[in-house]
């Protein structure tokens, strides 16, 4: 669960320097490049929007989404979950996504670790990131989901923000950002030690409720053709 911490530390992270540079000074650029548009599906925020742990569950249209999601939530410290191919191209590239709060994940031999390592960041009040699909996916439908993003949220505790990032079909549009209703995945489960089966039905019902923002989306526009 997330730890209390006090208020001058929760302000100063000084692990986090660098992510809080890269945000305060790469802020306005980005606004103008996506200038986004959060949509709510249910047109109100979710609750501890702007405080509190989650985890933001999002699909993976292209390069971009990790900054679209900085910039969308710059009122919050967003760490990621990236390949670990990335971090061996350059020590000098590993060690700053270490310190911008990125956590390696070895697909050939995934661990506890990539789970510690998010943990340590919601325990220091920050929200963790995840894309579910587990790669780039450019096709309309969605990938197969991962569960890691689940095993994680039953270990702090923490509710799965779902979003869902519309793909610019030109940069002069507007960034659209669709955000659905926290889920809580301790609602699902029978105990806090659950079972593969449950883990795998809650994944495939966090891929529902990915889903039903895109339909919701492609509603709006059929509302907005008529």
Not at 146 to 152: D, P
Not at 174 to 186: F, N, P, W
Request: proline share 4%; charged share 30%.
């Amino acid at each position: 669960m997330e730890k209390k911490r006090p208020l001058i530390k929760r302000i100063f992270d000084y692990k986090m320097l660098l992510h809080d540079f890269v945000v305060a000074t790469g802020l306005l650029p980005t606004w103008l490049f996506f200038r986004h548009k959060l949509i709510y599906v249910n047109g109100r925020k979710p609750k501890k929007l702007f405080r509190g742990s989650y985890i933001i569950s999002s699909n993976h249209n292209t390069l971009l989404d990790p900054i679209i999601v900085c910039e969308a939530f710059w009122f919050r410290r967003v760490g990621f979950v990236c390949t670990k191919d990335l971090f061996d191209k350059s020590k000098l590239l590993a060690f700053l996504l270490r310190k911008y709060g990125v956590v390696s994940v070895d697909k050939s031999d995934p661990s506890l670790k990539i789970f510690k390592d998010s943990e340590k960041h919601i325990n220091r009040g920050h929200i963790m990131c995840f894309f579910p699909e587990g790669m780039v996916v450019r096709e309309e439908e969605m990938g197969t989901f991962k569960s890691g993003i689940i095993m994680l949220s039953i270990m702090t505790g923490a509710d799965i923000l779902p979003i869902y990032l519309v793909k610019r079909e030109k940069y002069i549009k507007r960034q659209r950002i669709l955000v659905g209703e926290k889920i809580k995945v301790s609602d699902y489960l029978s105990g806090p030690f659950p079972s593969i089966e449950e883990v795998n039905k809650v994944t495939a019902l966090l891929k529902e409720k990915e889903q039903e923002l895109i339909d919701k989306y492609n509603l709006l526009l059929k509302e907005k053709k008529k």
